[in-house]
T-cell receptor, first 116, second 114 residues
Framework: NAGVTQTPKFQVLKTGQSMTLQCAQD?????MYWYRQDPGMGLRLIYY???????DKGEVPNGYNVSRLNKREFSLRLESAAPSQTSVYFC???????????????FGPGTRLTVL | GNSVTQMEGPVTLSEEAFLTINCTYT??????LFWYVQYPGEGLQLLLK?????DKGSNKGFEATYRKETTSFHLEKGSVQVSDSAVYFC?????????????FGQGTILTVHP
C-alpha cells in the first residue's frame, strides 16, 4: 500500500516549456487535489476532483490544467511554464463524503519544480 | 470566505520546553479543524483533528481544543523533542463546501535544539 505517489520528485524547466505532473493513489479514494506550496503562504488549492470524471478550479488555477484519468490517477499540466510557477506541488486524496467535513486528506511526497 | 491564521514563526525551542502554536479561523458554517505536520523533505501528514466545538484532538503528545467562542484551535505539547522539528499547518474543512476541501494557514516552522 503505497498511499499517494507523485512523479517526478524534481524538475527544472525553461520558461515556455510544458510538462505534466503525475499523481496516483491506491486507497480507492473518491476525491483528489493539487496544491502548490510557497514560502509563507501555506498550501493553496490549484484544482480538485470530487469524483472520477469531474474536475473543478481551486484558488489558483491560472496556468494549469488537470485530468482525472481514472479513479486512481490525477495529473497536473503546465502548458507554458512561467517563473511564477516555481513551487513545490503536492497531490492529495481523500474519501470525502458530501455533506461532511471531517475527512482526512493524504498527501504525496511532492514535486519540487523550478522554472528558469 | 474561510481563512486560517497561524502565529508567525519560526519558533525555536530547547528540548523539553513547552510548545504553543496559535491558530484562529474564520468560517461561515461548522468547520472541522486539523493540524498537519510536514517533516523535512516529506509531504503533509495529519497530526490531529477535531470535528465539533469543545472537542480535543490529541496525538503523539500534541493536543488542540476546538474553541468556538474564540474561533481558535491552538496546538500544544508539554515537552518537545528534537524529532518534533517540522512545519506545522492549521487547516479547516467546512461541511458546506464541496468534498472536503481544506483551507490552510501559512505554516509555522518549529526548530527544537538539544
Amino acid at each position: 500500500n503505497a498511499g499517494v505517489t507523485q512523479t517526478p520528485k524534481f524538475q527544472v524547466l525553461k520558461t515556455g516549456q510544458s510538462m505534466t505532473l503525475q499523481c496516483a493513489q491506491d486507497m480507492n479514494h473518491n476525491s483528489m487535489y493539487w496544491y502548490r506550496q510557497d514560502p509563507g503562504m501555506g498550501l493553496r488549492l490549484i484544482y480538485y476532483s470530487a469524483s472520477e470524471g469531474t474536475t473543478d478550479k481551486g484558488e489558483v488555477p491560472n496556468g494549469y490544467n488537470v485530468s482525472r484519468l481514472n479513479k486512481r490517477e490525477f495529473s497536473l499540466r503546465l502548458e507554458s511554464a512561467a517563473p511564477s510557477q516555481t513551487s513545490v506541488y503536492f497531490c492529495a486524496s481523500s474519501d470525502s463524503i458530501p455533506g461532511t467535513s471531517e475527512n482526512e486528506q493524504f498527501f504525496g511526497p511532492g514535486t519540487r519544480l523550478t522554472v528558469l | 470566505g474561510n481563512s486560517v491564521t497561524q502565529m508567525e514563526g519560526p519558533v525555536t525551542l530547547s528540548e523539553e520546553a513547552f510548545l504553543t502554536i496559535n491558530c484562529t479561523y474564520t468560517a461561515t458554517g461548522y468547520p472541522s479543524l486539523f493540524w498537519y505536520v510536514q517533516y523535512p523533505g516529506e509531504g503533509l501528514q495529519l497530526l490531529l483533528k477535531a470535528t465539533k466545538a469543545d472537542d480535543k484532538g490529541s496525538n503523539k503528545g500534541f493536543e488542540a481544543t476546538y474553541r468556538k467562542e474564540t474561533t481558535s484551535f491552538h496546538l500544544e505539547k508539554g515537552s518537545v523533542q528534537v524529532s518534533d522539528s517540522a512545519v506545522y499547518f492549521c487547516a479547516l474543512s467546512e461541511r458546506s463546501t464541496s468534498y472536503g476541501k481544506l483551507t490552510f494557514g501559512q505554516g509555522t516552522i518549529l526548530t527544537v535544539h538539544p
